[in-house]
């Protein structure tokens, strides 16, 4: 028996293990998911550096799992990836948020919203329509939306050969590159692409208060962006030090803890209540 086949192919993949298991699960149950109204979205106030008034918020997707509780989406968006379903998970989370923006619009505020956008959708060939039907079919004007992308999705090359980027900027939505710092893309690389802002990465503003290295990175990128004619956003800012210092910098919008949490629907509104007065 030794070598046959089923031999073989049990002692290199004994069982799948409880964590695969769960993955393949949760797979089948995602479309499921958003049509019982499981997936989500909470927002997290963006605000001005220098006025700390609220410019933004951006969108970030929850699954409220029936038997596990609370799914953080670091474990379903690279799953939903991988089974060909973030196409149908990016078009739900837009849809809560243009649903938002509108609603805001109703009421005489003009509040722009970001969504994140995964690498696997921008080589996506229906991608630009399917943002442009969305803000029509919401009666959103594209400059109240905001996309972030990965800095290595802008790297790969099918990505930077097709149009898609500068499709989605002539709808008049602001292209913003999130986690700036961590992939592997250049400050000059950015000046060729149509992008508008950088998110300096969280892993670098979280040291800010305890390292002067991180404040270093933080500074040059801030000016580098500046120079180029970039704004810059600083995610995870949780202390009143790393506030200052960015402010100090020039940083022009802040987001983290210190400003909120990111807050589901009713209690955001009450958020801008409490902050607006
Ligand atoms: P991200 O886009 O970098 O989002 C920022 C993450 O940092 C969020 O985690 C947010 O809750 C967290 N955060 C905000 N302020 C602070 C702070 O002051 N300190 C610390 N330590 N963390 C802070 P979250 O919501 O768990 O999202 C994780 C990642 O999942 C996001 O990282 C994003 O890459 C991805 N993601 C979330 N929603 C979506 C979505 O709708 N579509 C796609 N494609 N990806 C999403
Ligand atoms: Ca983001
Ligand atoms: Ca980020
Ligand atoms: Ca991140």
Known sequence: LAGSGAGGVASYHPVLDQQSLRRLQLGTELEQAMAEGQI???FQPIIDARTSDIVSVETLVRWAHPRYGAIAPDDFIHLAEQIGRIGLLTDHVLDLALARCRRWLDQDIALSVAVNLSARCLTEPDLVDRVRRALRRHGVPGELLTLELTEGSVVDDSVRSSTVLADLHALG?????DDFGTGYSSLSQLRQLPIDEVKIDKSFVLGMSTSQGESFIARSII????????RVVAEGVEDELTRNLLAEMGCDKLQGFLVSRPLPDERLESWLLARTG
């Open 40 to 42: 989500s979205v909470v």
């Open 173 to 177: 939505l602001r292209l913003s590159m």
């Open 223 to 230: 000016e580098l962006a500046h120079n180029l004619g970039l």
